[in-house]
């Protein structure tokens, strides 16, 4: 069975900081992990998408490594805004999950202070 | 634009009573799911849908119902043995295959009353 863990469960910084958040996961057969953003209240936006064959991806400030072999993922927010605040969750897609499902990971509550 | 739209954004349910949770997209997207979100509890999976009138059973169905009638469309139905329903349920699509990510609505919340 695959367990997804975040942890801190919550992080606060100030402005301009680098964010790095971290996702652990016990089954390394993935097909790929997502990080999603979630703001209260609201659906998940995704971020990115990484396959099980990439080590990273990068969006604007954003950037995202996966170290298969070690279960873990980290997504790295560069110069963080007040904008910024929000919960991150990842996500992965099990090759021996059907229907494709993910498995959620609980979350990392954000909050960049001004 | 593409996307999935959720309706209701506000439920409200009494006692014994099923309410249906409406999801379309227009993404031409073959797969479909639902999920629940509690607090503290991350997202757990009711149903899945991969093609029209198929579905299977998430981690945690008992209580609720679908149908995949067209591509577009996947309701959820909470029927009055869902013991616990009040939650924010969040529907999903993709593209079929583990090369694509999921795409989300805006979610309802459905409480109780």
């Known amino acids: 069975k695959q367990e997804v863990t975040q942890i801190p469960a919550a992080l606060s910084v100030p402005e301009g900081e680098n964010l790095v958040l971290n996702c652990s996961f016990t089954d390394s057969a993935i097909y790929n992990l997502q990080w999603f953003r979630q703001d209260p209240g609201k659906g998940l936006t995704s971020l990115l998408l990484?396959?099980?064959?990439?080590r990273e991806q990068t969006s604007g400030r954003l950037n995202a490594s996966l170290d298969k072999s070690s279960g873990r993922s980290t997504l790295y927010i560069a110069a963080s805004q007040p904008g910024d605040s929000a919960t991150y969750l990842c996500a992965v897609m099990r090759i021996k999950a059907a229907g494709n499902k993910l498995t959620f990971g609980g979350g990392t509550r954000v909050l960049v202070k001004p | 634009d593409g996307g999935i739209t959720q309706s209701p954004k506000y439920l409200f349910r009494k006692e014994g009573q099923n309410v249906t949770l409406s999801c379309e997209q227009n993404l031409n997207h073959d797969a479909m799911y639902w999920y629940r979100q509690d607090p503290g509890q991350g997202l757990r999976l009711i149903y899945y849908?991969?093609?029209?009138?198929?579905?299977q059973k998430g981690d945690i169905a008992e209580g609720y119902s679908v149908s995949r009638e067209k591509k577009e469309s996947f309701p959820l139905t909470v029927t009055s043995a869902q013991k616990n329903p009040t939650a924010f349920y969040l529907c999903?699509?993709?593209?079929?295959?583990?090369?694509?990510?999921?795409?989300f609505g805006s979610g309802t919340r459905l409480t109780v009353v």
């Open positions: 999903a699509s993709s593209l079929q295959g583990p090369n694509y990510g999921y795409t």
């Open positions: 849908s991969q093609i029209v009138n198929d579905f």
């Open positions: 990484i396959q099980s064959s990439q």
